[in-house]
């Protein structure tokens, strides 16, 4: 491999420039961390435990060319790990395609997976290849998959199970040969049996289940990975920026409900705000559930609170006890996936002009570990 990284093994190197390796090595120290335990998968970087364990199950699974089925909390890094299993397999040359099902409308998704004919409807002005014709020889990442309807579900099971589809408008069925990678940030054996993943089609994507942990359970990638980032912001920005010791400290406290992906943008948003030291409270702060009072599993607000700010301690108060899992908030909440995007979207413009909620303290789940 390039810069000197021996993929799911030891580091050797760092997949940034080699000058900014004595920035990372100075952070890493003052962390108590030896650099020689990070190791690289892909993209993917972990000294801990856990991570070093699924580094081998990507190395054991990535030659063949089983089905995956990876589950973890959002943020996790999901399709990061399904571009490592791709780029260390046989068709690492070939095409790796990815699909966000719950980000595709269920009247397009067949459109989308399968392709369609000129004129087979309104619209259709011209041939279009689908996902499986464009990832032929190569990989297709299905991204949240348990949001996939019962019917979709039924026609990738019989793509899956014969390796050929049809277009739609098509006369005649295209023959394909795909390696298909799935993925949801549900628990699949709970989305199995309550209906929302069909089990014939669980059984056919889990020839080898990979479970992701949440960003708290890596001890100590947590403060490796913002240095990493932190370095890779200095590389870009000519920079020399270095972490607070009160960062330091809060990057362990906190929960990390938006795992590995708010890690990275606290990271940011702190790089752009600090003139020297970067400061993560003021980042991260309001992304700790807001929560001014908390009784076992209750919220409370104080009388006079504005309803919107009651609303938004609520959401992400809920947001924390449903380990950042967006999909299972919006249910708990009783609300459409897009509205509860919509809501944390306007907290983060809130939060970017500086609105910040004022005496609140982190909600932790009763009985979870911290």
């Not at 090595?25 to 108590?32: F, K, R, S, V």
């Amino acid at each position: 491999m390039s810069n000197g990284l021996n993929v799911c093994g030891s580091v050797t190197g760092l997949p940034t420039p080699t000058h900014t390796i004595p920035a990372l090595q100075a952070q890493n120290n003052a962390l108590h961390i030896p650099l020689g335990k990070l190791a690289r998968c892909g993209d993917l970087y972990g000294a801990s435990e856990p991570m070093q364990n699924l580094f081998q199950m990507i190395g054991k699974v990535a030659p063949t060319n089983a089905n995956v089925l990876i589950s973890g909390e959002s943020g996790t890094g999901k399709e990061l790990v399904a571009q490592a299993i791709h780029q260390l397999g046989k068709a690492e040359d070939k095409p790796f395609i990815a699909l966000n099902c719950s980000a595709v409308s269920p009247q397009l998704i067949e459109a989308e997976l399968f392709g369609h004919e000129r004129g087979s409807f309104t619209g259709a002005v011209r041939m279009q290849k689908g996902c499986f014709e464009r990832a032929d020889g190569g990989t297709l990442f299905l991204d949240e998959v348990t949001e996939m309807s019962q019917e979709m579900q039924v026609k990738l099971l019989r793509v899956l199970e014969s390796n050929r589809f049809c277009r739609i408008g098509a006369e005649e069925e295209t023959g394909v040969k795909v390696r298909v990678i799935a993925a949801t940030n549900r628990d699949p054996l709970e989305a199995m049996q309550n209906g929302t993943l069909r089990s014939d089609l669980f059984y056919r994507l889990a020839v080898f289940p990979l479970n992701l942990p949440p960003l708290r359970e890596r001890g100590e990638d947590i403060c490796l990975l913002a240095t990493l980032f932190l370095a890779q912001l200095n590389e870009e920005d000519s920079g020399n920026k270095t972490f607070s010791r009160t960062s330091l400290r809060l990057m362990n406290e906190y929960t990390w409900p938006g795992n590995v992906r708010e890690l990275k943008n606290v990271v940011h948003r702190a790089y752009i705000m600090a003139e020297q030291e970067l400061e993560l409270l003021p980042a991260v702060n309001p992304a700790k559930t807001m929560v001014s009072e908390q009784v076992g599993d209750c919220v409370t607000v104080q009388l006079g609170s504005k309803l919107a700010d009651a609303e938004q301690r609520l959401i992400y108060a809920t947001l924390g006890h449903c380990g950042g899992n967006k999909t299972l908030t919006a249910e708990v909440l009783g609300v459409s996936l897009k509205t509860l995007y919509n809501r944390l979207n306007e907290y983060q413009a809130k939060l970017f002009l500086g609105d910040v909620i004022p005496h609140a303290r982190p909600y932790s789940v009763p009985g979870r570990n911290q």
